[in-house]
């Protein structure tokens, strides 16, 4: 595709329910990331795909996150027992993470959830 | 640890000059990188730098000194739709990213 996608753009969920967003990147990209980003706040990373490596899964806040990714395409990010604390946007991004080159990522447009 | 620190929020008059800056504290470095983000949207890339000096594009610069661990952003002939967020990144290591918390640029007629 043309850009990073991600669905659904908007998520109203009740407390304690599950839910999962999907991430599409930039065919040919490798890497993908996740990150969060709380309202007026900056990005908080939350886990990281390089090709068929181990993900990098260092900034999941708890066990009740968790990130799939198939092969080099699209992503999902479950968010089990959703809080209310949970309520920002979730961004994806992804990069053709070429060994030696600074990094530009490239932005979804985000998935804007919100746990009542 | 790693901490980045940007100004909160910053004011300039449309046509002037502005500078933000970035100092940085982590455990590894491959490159500084600023994002424009506009209310509602998702970061959009500006510039990167890996080596110390200023790297131009257009009406944006971006400075870098790795040895004081800090960097600027600067635009000039501020515009109106220059109204955004800035948010510096460092790559940490491998593929590993810090994001500073932004700086909120209100540009006014």
């Known amino acids: 595709g043309a850009g990073v996608s991600q669905s659904p753009s908007n998520k109203v969920t009740e407390k304690g329910k599950d839910v999962e967003l999907r991430c599409d990147p930039i065919s040919g990209h490798t890497a993908l990331y996740w990150y969060r980003q709380r309202l007026g706040q900056g990005l908080e990373f939350l886990i990281y795909?390089?090709?068929?490596?181990?993900?990098?899964k260092s900034g999941l806040p708890s066990d009740r996150f968790s990130a799939e990714r198939t092969g080099e395409s699209v992503s999902t990010l479950t968010i089990q027992r959703t809080q209310q604390e949970d309520s920002a946007v979730y961004l994806c991004?992804?990069?053709?993470?070429?060994?030696?080159?600074?990094?530009?990522?490239?932005f979804g447009p985000g998935t804007r959830l919100t746990v009542l | 640890g790693q901490n980045i620190d940007q100004p909160t929020e910053m004011t300039a008059t449309e046509g002037a000059i502005v500078q933000i800056n970035c100092t940085y504290q982590t455990s590894g470095f491959n490159g500084l990188f600023w994002y424009q983000q506009h209310a509602g949207e998702a970061p959009t890339f500006l510039s990167y730098n890996v080596l110390d000096g200023l790297e131009e594009k257009g009406r944006f610069s971006s400075f870098l000194s790795r040895s004081k661990g800090y960097s600027y952003l600067l635009l000039k002939e501020l515009q109106m739709k220059d109204s955004a967020s800035y948010l510096c990144a460092v790559n940490n290591y491998g593929q590993n990213f810090v994001f500073g918390p932004g700086t909120r640029l209100s540009v006014l007629p």
């Open positions: 991004a992804s990069s053709l993470a070429l060994a030696g080159i600074p990094d530009t990522q490239y």
């Open positions: 795909f390089q090709g068929n490596s181990a993900p990098d």
